[in-house]
């Protein structure tokens, strides 16, 4: 039987490449499009590696609508499309917000628009729990209500659901599913690929393995006196690995389901301290970590966690791999990439 092709769109980013091994193994035919401004060539090496299979790769900038229409016209058999393609740093959002607009909504738009044009009929959306902001109720669930955006970023996601909406009110024979991720971390238990971030981290866990290796001399923990049990922070922490499989439990939702625009939360539905992480990575891995407390980081939020019963009970999916699993991967990959 012939293969189901995806196109996926910043397949060799963090989360693409996982979804893109996610894919493989569950048989689909992936084309990755990616201009690599936040991933590297090699990694289409490590998927093959993994995978046995090199996916075909289209190096474009989704912004660029000519690239984007010459590449779809020779995809258009494919089924659906992964949408990961955008710039996800918070604070370079407000520092350069119409660097964010442009790209992150404008590679929607041409993909979309492509979609239309080659009646490509499924799109998957990578959103963030940052569309929840500051929640009223924890967790949050699907119909939790939206908070406007605090960062340029956020409000990228907010107004991308909206424009995927609208699309598809007009155009019945589109149909979306929207992910709203919460906090990804760790790495393949391959230690082939992970998250690569250019320059100092903004996020927890990436910070956290290049303190235990030596690369960052402490980590700054961000405020010890929210209102929550031990005054730190809370997220909802789950292994790329499982969200990978998510986006695969997606596609395979909408080749069997009368789906118009669903919205799903992808969490482990735990909330954990930036403590409770400092605790696990030690735990797991057995390496100290060199923390101090730091002033708040503007912008957090206290306490944020998914329900993800909705993505269980409509697309059989639920996280499931262990936090220690996860920390062992993070921390191994974090190990290899010192030897890139
Ligand atoms: P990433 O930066 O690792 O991957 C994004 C990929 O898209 C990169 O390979 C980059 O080169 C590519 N890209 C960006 N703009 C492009 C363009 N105009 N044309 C072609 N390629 C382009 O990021 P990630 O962590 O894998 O995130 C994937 C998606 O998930 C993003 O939309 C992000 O906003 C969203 N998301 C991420 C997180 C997270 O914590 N990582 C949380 C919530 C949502
Ligand atoms: C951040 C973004 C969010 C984005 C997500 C993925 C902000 C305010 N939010 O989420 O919009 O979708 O990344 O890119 O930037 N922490 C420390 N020390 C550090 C780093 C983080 O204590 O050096 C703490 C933070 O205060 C937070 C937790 O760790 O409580 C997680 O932080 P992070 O990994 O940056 O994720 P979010 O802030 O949840």
């Not at 697309?315 to 990439?337: C, D, F, H, S, Y």
């Amino acid at each position: 039987m012939k293969k189901q092709k995806i196109i996926v769109t910043g397949g060799c980013g963090y989360i693409g490449s996982h979804t893109t091994v996610a894919l493989q193994n569950a048989g689909f035919d992936v084309v990755i499009l990616d201009n690599l401004m936040n991933s590297q060539i090699d990694t289409l090496d490590r998927i093959a590696e993994i995978t046995g299979i090199r996916p075909s790769f289209e190096r474009i900038d989704c912004t660029d609508v000519n690239a984007m229409h010459d590449v779809f016209a020779r995809h258009s058999d494919a089924m659906g499309v992964i949408h990961f393609a955008a710039l996800k740093a918070v604070g370079e959002s407000v520092a350069h917000p119409l660097k964010y607009y442009k790209n992150n909504i404008l590679s929607l738009l041409n993909t979309l628009e492509m979609m239309l044009e080659f009646k490509i009929p499924n799109i998957v959306f990578s959103s963030s729990a940052t569309v929840y902001g500051e929640p009223d109720q924890l967790p949050v669930t699907e119909d939790t209500p939206l908070k406007p955006a605090t960062s340029p970023y956020g409000q990228t996601k907010i107004m991308a659901e909206n424009i995927i909406r609208d699309t598809v009110k007009a155009n019945p024979e589109l149909h979306a599913v929207l992910l709203r991720y919460f906090n990804p971390i760790g790495a393949h238990p391959s230690g082939k690929i992970g998250e690569l971030p250019i320059g100092v981290p903004n996020n927890l866990m990436p910070y956290v393995t290049q303190v235990a290796a030596g690369i960052r001399e402490q980590l700054n923990v961000f405020g010890n006196d929210y209102n929550t049990p031990d005054g730190f922070c809370i997220r909802d922490y789950i292994d790329v690995n499982d969200l990978a499989d998510a986006h695969v439990a997606a596609l395979e939702h909408m080749k069997t389901n009368d789906v118009k625009v669903e919205v799903y939360n992808l969490g482990t539905g735990r909330g954990l301290s930036v403590m409770e992480i400092i605790k696990a990575f030690e735990d797991a891995t057995g390496v100290k970590l060199n923390y101090t407390i730091a002033a708040r980081r503007p912008g957090d939020v206290p306490a944020i966690w998914a329900c993800s019963d909705l993505a269980n009970e409509k697309l059989g999916w639920r996280a499931k791999i262990p936090l220690t699993e996860t920390m062992r991967t993070a921390w191994q990959w974090q190990k290899n990439v010192s030897k890139l």
